[in-house]
T-cell receptor
């Protein structure tokens, strides 16, 4: 059974389009995250939700809008895609939002904007 | 200056060698120190986690934290080709901040 799953795995799209990435976790965790990993492998947090409430919102363009319909799901919608949005996007979850909680990562969604 | 600095390598070692990885940090608020391993085209997975200064050992892996110097290390003894991956240090205050990751190749 996959613990944290993301769809799609690959996404190739044109500049200016709008796209969504979905994430689901079956671990019963309260907290979920979106990370962006650039071409140099640098992994940076974008958002975090705890029990469907936004608790971390790093400096991310407002073209990116996360949505958590329930605590097992966290989706990411991106409007007006730009070349610089090309990256691998990882969803993760942890038992709670405390600093000592292990985060479990999904397999990633490789987004390419042409 | 980034909060967490990590030499991205790459690092190539022969099988059986000791691999030494390290990170420095600037934020004194960091309390939890972790090492994640990321295989190619996969998500990161937690390898080691420490809270206080000192050493923590788990099989062939040893994590060291020196809070006074703001320096953490990961050692891999008797390295195997299956250890070939990118290793990311991570530190936590209210959010997890990652180093750039060091790509390690262990040659058979």
């Amino acid at each position: 059974d996959t613990a944290v799953s993301q769809t799609p795995k690959y996404l190739v799209t044109q500049m200016g389009n709008d796209k969504s990435i979905k994430c689901e976790q079956n671990l019963g965790h309260d907290t979920m995250y979106w990370y962006k990993q650039d071409s140099k492998k640098f992994l940076k947090i974008m958002f975090s939700y705890n029990n469907k409430e936004l608790i971390i919102n790093e400096t991310v363009p407002n073209r990116f809008s996360p949505k958590s319909p329930d605590k097992a799901h966290l989706n990411l919608h991106i409007n007006s895609l730009e070349l610089g949005d090309s990256a691998v996007y990882f969803c993760a979850s942890s038992r709670t939002s405390g600093g000592n909680n292990e985060q479990f990562f999904g397999p990633g969604t490789r987004l390419t904007v042409l | 200056q980034k909060e967490v600095e990590q030499d991205p390598g790459p690092l190539s070692v022969p099988e059986g060698a000791i691999v030494s990885l390290n990170c420095t940090y600037s934020n004194s608020a960091f309390q939890y120190f972790m090492w994640y391993r990321q295989y190619s085209r996969k998500g990161p997975e937690l390898l080691m986690y420490t809270y206080s200064s000192g050493n923590k050992e788990d099989g062939r892996f040893t994590a060291q934290v020196d809070k006074s110097s703001k320096y953490i290390s990961l050692f891999i003894r008797d390295s195997q080709p299956s250890d070939s991956a990118t290793y990311l240090c991570a530190m936590n205050d209210y959010k997890l901040s990652f180093g750039a990751g060091t790509t390690v190749t262990v040659r058979a």
